[in-house]
């Protein structure tokens, strides 16, 4: 089978960040039986020994330079023209901000030479590359990563959204944007069955798959000890609203309680990108902003728990995964576990939940005292993860997906 995928995002190296995760653990899996030419932009902290990694793992890989006038680039006329352009079009500012006239045209001229049987849009950013009558032709797939709408939305009602007034004016937009652009596709992937349950009220009549996440797990091994002590860590890319949201809240609100219990307590933030924000905690009694690391699993197995106090994002969390994975109790929100069974009846203990500032905490407080119940959480956790969330596992479901076999 021919693929034709379509990302603008770089996904390469897969530690990146979650699209990039996703993304390229998908291509890693359908590489070993089809032929994938992948199409994608450079951002420009891409090394050449990169592009040279990501070129290894497809059959052809078309690369574009980002958009000059996207992201920082792009000055106060850009964005109001792209607001315009929302307001007239429904193409949200998200998605025209990395649009590519030249990436298009030469979308537009491989299908049309008829040179794949399938074409993927790794996260919903890509669906503007793909027209609506293609579907009548070939099969066509929108892998969401997560709803636009349904995040604006939480966002909203959270009280985290960065411009209240804006949001409160796209989420009518937003609503519109998602429902016409998935009605366009054969199928579309979505990463937890709250998003399924989202994506489903728009297009009733449309076939949508639950795939979630996995885990590499020779990337992230189980650990072999727990080290004790009073060392908290959060994962993540840190330029990212619900992570920079997440460790503001948990910096602010709970560290410093645990700290009135344990004063050596000490909270590292791991992750490309910060944010000023971010880096400003580095001011803070105990806190550590590292930035991009080559390896995050090396911080996770020194830490005593990892947190994951997210209160917006959709959509199942890598974050969450990989330190389930290796072997690292977790205590986190209801935003930090979608999509995962890790409490209630019949079911093993995997994470402790929390979502107010006592809750965490009261459930950080009990895994500092309680080694049994870190082994507990470390052994169920490693077991759900090779059972249920490999790569291998979601690439085969995609598989089928991708050739009209999986529902």
């Given amino acids: 089978m021919r693929i034709l995928m379509l990302s603008s995002t770089f996904p390469y190296p897969p530690t990146r960040g979650g699209t990039q995760v996703r993304t390229f653990n998908l291509l890693k899996y359908l590489s070993q039986h089809h032929a994938i030419t992948l199409v994608t932009q450079r951002e420009p902290d891409v090394t050449d020994a990169e592009i040279l990694g990501l070129r290894d793992c497809v059959d052809n890989l078309i690369l574009f330079n980002r958009p000059k006038d996207s992201g920082k680039y792009g000055g106060i006329l850009k964005k109001i023209q792209r ?20 990436m ?53 009602d959270t009280g985290i959204s960065e411009n209240r007034f804006r949001d409160r004016l796209y989420l009518p937009l937003l609503r519109r944007y998602e429902q016409r652009y998935s009605s366009k596709f054969s199928a579309i992937v979505v990463t937890t069955e709250e998003d399924r349950v989202q994506m489903q009220e728009f297009n009733p009549n449309s076939e949508i798959v639950v795939i979630p996440n996995g885990v590499d797990l020779v990337s992230f091994p189980n650990r072999t000890t727990d080290p004790g002590g009073h060392r908290l860590i959060f994962i993540g890319a840190m330029d990212n609203l619900a992570n920079i949201d997440a460790v503001c809240f948990f910096s602010n609100e709970v560290l410093p309680e645990i700290q009135k219990l344990y004063p050596d307590t000490t909270f590292d933030i791991v992750g490309s990108r910060p944010a000023p924000e971010v880096l400003a905690l580095k001011e803070k009694p105990g806190i550590t902003v590292t930035g991009r690391v080559p390896s995050m699993v090396e911080y996770l197995h020194k830490a005593t728990v990892c947190v994951v106090p997210m209160r917006t994002g959709f959509g199942i969390k890598n974050k ?60 169920n956790g490693r077991q759900l993860v090779e059972i249920e969330f490999t790569w291998d596992s979601a690439g085969k479901r995609y598989e089928e997906v991708l050739t009209g076999g999986g529902c």
């Avoid at 607001?83 to 030249?102: C, H, K, W």
């Avoid at 298009?104 to 399938?118: H, L, M, S, T, Y």
């Avoid at 099969?139 to 995040?151: A, K």
């Fill in 104 to 156: 298009q045209i030469w979308v537009d001229n491989f299908i049309q030479a008829g040179k794949c049987d399938v074409i993927t849009c790794e996260h919903s950013v890509n669906e503007i590359y793909v027209r609506s009558h293609l579907q009548k032709h070939i099969r066509t797939v929108v892998n969401v990563h997560s709803s636009v709408y349904g995040t604006c939305r939480n966002q909203l």
């Fill in 83 to 102: 607001f315009m352009a929302f307001i007239r079009q429904g193409t949200p500012p998200s998605v025209l901000n990395r649009y590519s006239d030249e």
């Fill in 320 to 379: 969450t995964l990989e330190a389930i994975a290796a072997g690292v109790p977790v205590v986190a929100s209801d935003r930090g576990l979608e999509g995962l069974a890790v409490d209630g009846a019949n079911v093993p203990l995997i994470a402790l939940r929390a979502n107010q500032p006592t809750e965490y905490v009261t459930a950080v407080c009990q895994l500092f005292e309680n080694p049994q119940l870190r082994a507990e959480l470390s052994r």
